[in-house]
Antibody, heavy 121, light 114 residues
Framework: QVQLVESGGGVVQPGGSLRLSCAAS????????MHWVRQAPGKGLEWVTV????????YYADSVKGRFSISRDNPKNTLYLQMNSLRAEDTAVYYC??????????????WGQGVLVTVSS | DIVMTQSPDSLAVSPGERATINCKSSQSVLYSSNKKNYLAWYQQKPGQPPKLLIYWASTRESGVPDRFSGSGSGTDFTLTISSLQAEDVAVYYCQQYYSTPALTFGGGTKVEIK
């Protein structure tokens, strides 16, 4: 069965950096676009970024553009999110999600359990 | 970006009764060339990640009970739970993928048991 397992969350000071990982299994990872979606405590869902199946196309929400970077290692079946210049408003649970397709992003068919990132001094 | 507005923010429904959730997009998400509405619905139970319920506005994901149905076109959409069960207590979100890659979600609707 499809599994997406996030790791790398924790507490970081404002201005700091963190790298999240998402280990995928149960499907052909290299055939699908992948997303990061976040959810601030008690709030709704916010799409953050998507990467195409081969990593050639990457897109970001305006709120994280220039600070976050998505990447993938297809032989290792792993998705990454490098987060720099973190702000208090980046505090959220970050979900890794698999897209329906392979390109720029449609809907999210499978989701991981999420990992909490807290930005606080 | 396309703004997705859901209503109501919350609703309480008696078991076995119908629950109706609305979602309105700031511009049409109907793609004229294929006549498809680029809209999905998700269910998020407390402490869990979201789960895909419906895509293309009305196609149920495999394994989703048939009491869940999606309807609408253009800018106005509805998720209906025909006979609410206790396990349907959750927050429901709509999401447009018309303006991919700039994907946007609605603010969510909390469904509770009356």
């Amino acid at each position: 069965q499809v599994q997406l397992v996030e790791s790398g969350g924790g507490v970081v000071q404002p201005g700091g950096s963190l790298r999240l990982s998402c280990a995928a299994s149960g499907f052909s990872f290299s055939n699908y676009a992948m997303h990061w979606v976040r959810q601030a405590p008690g709030k709704g869902l916010e799409w953050v970024t998507v990467i195409s199946k081969d990593g050639s196309n990457k897109y970001y929400a305006d709120s994280v553009k220039g600070r976050f970077s998505i990447s993938r290692d297809n032989p290792k079946n792993t998705l990454y999110l490098q987060m720099n210049s973190l702000r208090a408003e980046d505090t959220a649970v970050y979900y890794c999600a698999r897209d329906y397709g392979y390109a720029t992003g449609t809907y999210m068919v499978y989701w991981g359990q999420g990992v909490l990132v807290t930005v606080s001094s | 970006d396309i703004v997705m507005t859901q209503s109501p923010d919350s609703l309480a429904v008696s078991p076995g009764e119908r629950a109706t959730i609305n979602c309105k997009s700031s511009q049409s998400v109907l793609y004229s060339s294929n006549k498809k509405n680029y809209l999905a619905w998700y269910q998020q139970k407390p402490g869990q990640p979201p789960k895909l319920l419906i895509y293309w506005a009305s196609t149920r994901e495999s394994g989703v009970p048939d009491r869940f149905s999606g309807s609408g076109s253009g800018t106005d959409f509805t998720l209906t739970i025909s006979s609410l069960q206790a396990e349907d207590v959750a927050v429901y979100y709509c999401q447009q993928y018309y303006s991919t890659p700039a994907l946007t979600f609605g603010g969510g609707t909390k469904v509770e048991i009356k």
